[in-house]
């Protein structure tokens, strides 16, 4: 089947297989970063933006994205956005062995193009699907609300 959608700001037009998932796509692709966990939706590691909204790419069929944007961390990676949430999430100590971290960040970033200025219960709300293991929520937590306190405006401009 050709499907045609955008992917971190690239027209792709590809004949495959519209059952493949999202996440298998992607590894496909040689982008490694939105990483395979439970694959059933549970852990938010495979977390990429979908028309601007949080999305768990293990749910996503290839079929589903006809005329869709995906914006995965490889796109992300390379923005001043990205940048600024990252630094937040150093500084915050937010990071561990760091396997749950690219989804963390995605689901950051659509939590902030919602609410730039969240506030505790906000930021709870928008990462309830991501799971971490290691690095515990409260330096999460205090990541993503250092930056909603940082004076930038979030759009979504790939």
Known sequence: MIINFILDGKAIKEDIDPCLRLVDYLKLCNHDGARYGCGEGECGACSVLL?????????????????????????FKNTNQYKIIEKCFLKANAIQCGYCTPGMVMATFALLLKKPHPTKNEIQVGLSGNLCRCTGYVAIRKAVMMAGEENIQWTLNF
């Open 51 to 75: 028309n601007g909204e949080s999305a768990l790419s293990c749910l996503v069929l290839m079929g589903s994205l006809e005329g869709k944007n995906v914006l995965s961390i490889e796109g």
